[in-house]
């Protein structure tokens, strides 16, 4: 099963942004999936928010701000959600996903802490 | 609207089994598969498998083949998953997930939009 890797944590002030990333192995290009995203806060499920694979082809989940919007790093092999205009209720775990073949896999997830 | 809403929590002793359900409200039970994930205390998520309400079949985790079982009661919109020989390891809050598939021209999207409360299981001797 691969591992997607998230850093476990990110920092930033209201109103600036945080870029959280998804690094996928070697062996699985990230520019043929679709990464999906979902920010979890504490004692509740975790909520879907995006996703993307390419400029022409994302989504927005429904009621989802536009301030949180996704994009890839082909050079890196990575995922990236950016959140902008951070807002106090931005506080949350985000996971990434992808299905890589007959089964989902999570990245290990992002703490993002609004200073 | 759209509701999962899944049974209580659970503690059982290792080497039993539990099963948990999740009851659908607000949209067509057979419409869509339901998924499960689980997460330990401070951990991140983990898929454990699918099931389509509609044919009953099912995908499994390579972790979890011949532990897990996913059923449904479509007469009353319910899900549920059982987990067998249950060890500490097992201890975590289990989730239902409404998986939504979409069409996106050659390609398909399929991500969890609705997920249930949560069910905490507790595997302790």
């Known amino acids: 099963q691969p591992v997607l890797t998230q850093p476990p944590s990110s920092s930033a002030s209201p109103g600036e942004s945080a870029r959280l990333t998804c690094t996928l192995p070697?062996?699985?290009?990230?520019?043929?999936?679709?990464i999906y995203w979902y920010q979890q806060k504490p004692g509740s499920p975790p909520r879907y928010l995006l996703y993307?694979?390419?400029?022409?082809?994302?989504?927005?989940g429904s009621g989802v701000p536009s301030r949180f919007s996704g994009s890839k790093d082909a050079s890196a092999n990575t995922g990236i959600l950016l959140i902008s205009g951070l807002q106090s209720e931005d506080e949350a775990d985000y996971y990434c996903?992808?299905?890589?073949?007959?089964?989902?896999?999570f990245g290990t997830g992002t703490k993002v802490t609004v200073l | 609207q759209v509701q999962l809403v899944q049974s209580g929590a659970e503690v059982k002793k290792p080497g039993a089994s539990v099963k948990v359900s999740c009851k659908a409200s607000?949209?067509?039970?057979?419409?869509?598969?339901i998924n499960w994930v689980r997460q330990a205390t401070g951990q991140g998520l983990e898929w454990m498998g699918w099931?389509?309400?509609?044919?009953?079949?099912?995908g499994y985790a390579q972790k979890f083949q011949g532990r897990v079982t996913m059923t449904r009661n479509t007469s009353i919109s319910t899900a549920y998953m059982e987990l067998s020989s249950l060890r500490s390891e097992d201890t975590a809050v289990y989730y239902c997930?409404?998986?939504?598939?979409?069409?996106?021209?050659?390609?398909?999207?399929?991500?969890?939009?609705?997920w249930g409360q949560g069910t905490l299981v507790t595997v302790s001797s």
């Open positions: 997930a409404r998986g939504l598939r979409v069409v996106q021209g050659a390609r398909i999207l399929y991500y969890f939009d609705y």
């Open positions: 607000g949209y067509t039970f057979t419409s869509y598969d």
């Open positions: 099931m389509n309400p509609n044919s009953g079949n099912t």
């Open positions: 070697s062996d699985i290009n990230v520019g043929s999936y679709n």
């Open positions: 993307y694979y390419s400029d022409s082809d994302k989504g927005q």
């Open positions: 996903m992808i299905w890589p073949s007959n089964a989902y896999v």
